[in-house]
């Protein structure tokens, strides 16, 4: 169903460096990673509907990754020259968003994480801290899954902590996460440390023998994403397992750091408009196949075709349903694309970020999310009621499957409230109010 090019609504640039298996000193070549995504996303459109039903842990998805190399080149760019920029990675999420929501979330937590130690890092630790960090996620190929913000207590969870000993830790609690953490290489955490207050931002291997993860399979979308809740039973962290750390006090971040939670929002956003994207391009595909029966022979019947143009069967609103769908992706995507820029620059000024230009960019986000949210909740639901109109027969397999995009776009979606987030955009806008300082995405 899905052509290996959708759609002109999305970017065709992709990421800027080759895999880690290349020698670093090579050049860049974007049309390899293009190439490698786009066929990567086609392999995962193929059986999504399918792989979606069964809703098994996403083992052999990972494995599809590993061997395109996409965790590896999702990474920040180095010195190596290993990791994809911003606006690259965020290219390739949204590709892959379009074939597999789930998959795109993935990707989109692990690609936040990477950036984990250079927003956290302390200042008394090495300069080449982070990047120990990025050169082995993408030596080794990890797999990144977890979550540094503060552990939310109101749902029953008690929060994860760190409890100073031996010139380590031990890490204890439980705490559930959306994504990554049935099929992780590496969990990176962020847990209170009992004796100084800090949140601590931690490695840890989920294959150790005091870590237990209980698959969430009770998801209405995004049931690929490898979502669970972890328990951490005692699990010992050494000192070089700790990636960095912020105050208590949330109002003494800086701009840069808070930055994490802003890049976090924005990637999703990248899946949500991927969704969206994918959901607008297979239904395309659908109309067109519609479109190509010929109009019936029978004389009793060929009055009802002389409306329909080319003899196709075509509805004639069709194309203005079409339309009125495509703009609103369109429009979704002006917006993201400003927001992603904006964020590229934040990134690439680091601790020279001034709090003016964080406000700036987090209200970018919000736009991008508010936009964005509406737009593919708006055509995934449309696109239900298209795909019944052209009359879509489903396919042995049990359909087409067009439920998943929007089962999808709900769930991302619904995890923001477009009122606080239009709030904050008027705030700033009416009032230059900055938004708040915070560690929560």
């Not at 239904?283 to 004389?299: I, L, M, N």
Request: contains cysteine; aromatic residues 4%; hydrophobic residues 45%.
């Amino acid at each position: 169903m899905r052509t290996p090019k959708k759609s002109a609504i999305r970017p065709t640039s992709g990421p800027s460096d080759r895999p880690v298996d290349r020698p670093a000193d090579r050049p860049a070549d974007d049309e390899l990673w293009d190439r490698v995504t786009r066929e990567l996303a086609d392999d995962l459109a193929a059986d999504a509907p399918a792989r979606d039903r069964a809703g098994k842990a996403p083992f052999d998805e990972v494995a599809r990754l590993r061997e395109a190399g996409l965790p590896a080149l999702l990474t920040p760019p180095g010195v190596s020259r290993r990791g994809a920029d911003w606006k690259a990675a965020c290219a390739v999420i949204r590709e892959i968003s379009a074939a597999d929501g789930s998959i795109g979330e993935l990707l989109a937590h692990h690609y936040g994480l990477s950036w984990t130690a250079r927003f956290f890092s302390r200042g008394g630790e090495a300069p080449g801290a982070p990047a120990a960090f990025e050169d082995r996620t993408a030596q080794e190929r990890w797999l990144l899954a977890g979550g540094v913000e503060p552990s939310r207590t109101d749902g029953g969870e008690p929060g994860l902590t760190l409890i100073p000993a031996d010139g380590g830790y031990v890490l204890e609690g439980r705490r559930s996460f959306a994504s990554g953490v049935t099929v992780a290489d590496r969990l990176v955490v962020g847990a209170r440390c009992t004796g100084t207050g800090e949140l601590l931002v931690v490695l840890v291997d989920p294959a150790h023998h005091a870590v237990f993860t209980d698959a969430g399979t009770d998801r209405l979308g995004q049931r690929l994403a490898g979502a669970g809740t972890v328990t951490f039973d005692q699990v010992r962290v050494a000192a070089r397992d700790v990636l960095g750390a912020l105050p208590r006090d949330e109002h003494a971040v800086a701009p840069f750091t808070a930055l994490a939670p802003l890049a976090l929002r924005l990637l999703l956003v990248h899946v949500v408009l991927g969704i969206a994207e994918g959901a607008l391009a297979e239904a395309r595909d659908v109309s067109r196949a519609a479109q190509a029966v010929p109009p019936p022979a029978d004389p009793r019947t060929a009055a009802d075709t002389e409306a329909y143009p080319m003899g196709c069967g075509e509805d004639p609103y069709l194309p203005l349903v079409y339309g009125e769908l495509a703009t609103a992706a369109h429009a979704a995507a002006a917006v993201v694309e400003r927001a992603t820029d904006a964020l590229a620059r934040g990134l690439l000024a680091e601790q020279a970020l001034g709090a003016e230009e964080r406000a700036d960019i987090a209200v970018l986000v919000a736009a991008a999310e508010a936009v964005t949210g509406g737009a593919a909740v708006r055509i995934t639901t449309r696109i239900l009621e298209l795909v019944d109109t052209v009359q879509a027969a489903p396919s042995t397999d049990g359909g087409p499957g067009f439920d998943r995009f929007w089962r999808n776009a709900r769930t991302l979606t619904a995890q923001s409230s477009p009122a606080h987030r239009l709030r904050d955009i008027g705030d700033h806008y009416l009032h230059g109010t900055h938004p708040r300082l915070t560690l929560r995405a």
